[in-house]
């Protein structure tokens, strides 16, 4: 399987700021995810981001708070825009493992940003 | 409501069989998963199954698909205490890769 890395781990941030995280794969795949799991809650996936294109953003969710950038087949960033106390939750990031323009129908997760908001 | 459903929480002896259930709505779904995740820890996925299987064994996991009634389970024989942890369940809803994910089951192994 496809091993994941996310920078950073976890973060303190202050109101109003933002924040980058990263997502590295020690692979090349095609589709990377990114979910949000809010505290106690199950995740919610936030958007697609496949290499060469703009991210596919899911209901709730828009580019100008949650701005993704996909530059090859192993990295992404998610961007936490002008953040708020809500915006508190762990962000990790999935893949879908089998290569360059391979699935296997399986998808695996990063250990996850977690990220509070004061 | 949630397309995806599970108890929040089970309890269960070391030594015993956990037994987690999961429904789910979509019948177009593809595959269905079991994640597990330990306290300030990530996904790791457990298992999965395709749709047009009824059941799964991988050592002591193993996985039942009702497919007519939208129902699946995961039983951890011989549960230890390291099996504590929070259980997903979920389904593959396009093909595209979208998980649907369920609130999870919290699994508390008590000696």
């Known amino acids: 399987s496809a091993v994941i890395s996310q920078k950073p781990s976890r973060d303190i941030c202050q109101r109003g700021t933002s924040l980058t995280i990263q997502c590295q794969v020690d692979?090349?795949?095609?589709?990377m995810f990114w979910y949000r799991q809010q505290p106690g809650q199950s995740l919610t996936l936030i958007a697609t981001?496949?290499?060469?294109?703009?991210?596919?953003?899911e209901s709730g969710f828009v580019i100008d708070k949650f701005p993704i950038s996909r530059p090859n087949l192993t990295f992404s960033t998610l961007t936490v825009s002008n953040m708020s106390p809500e915006d508190s939750s762990i962000y990790l990031c999935?893949?879908?493992?089998?290569?360059?323009?391979?699935?296997?129908?399986?998808?695996?997760f990063g250990p996850g940003t977690r990220l509070t908001v004061l | 409501g949630e397309d995806v459903e599970q108890s929040l929480f089970l309890s269960v002896r070391e030594g015993d069989s956990s037994v987690i259930n999961c429904t789910y709505t979509d019948s177009s779904s593809t595959y269905l998963y079991w994640y597990k995740q330990e306290p300030g820890a990530g996904l790791q996925l457990l298992t999965y199954i395709f749709s047009n299987m009824d059941m799964k064994q991988d050592q002591r996991l193993t996985v039942l698909l009702n497919k007519k009634d939208k129902h699946l389970s995961l039983r951890i024989a011989d549960t230890q205490t390291g099996d504590s942890a929070i259980y997903f369940c979920a389904e593959r809803t396009d093909s595209w890769g979208k998980l649907q994910f369920g609130a999870g089951t919290q699994v508390v192994v008590t000696p």
């Open positions: 692979s090349q795949v095609t589709m």
């Open positions: 981001a496949n290499q060469g294109s703009e991210a596919t953003y």
């Open positions: 999935s893949v879908e493992d089998g290569g360059a323009g391979g699935r296997t129908d399986t998808q695996y």
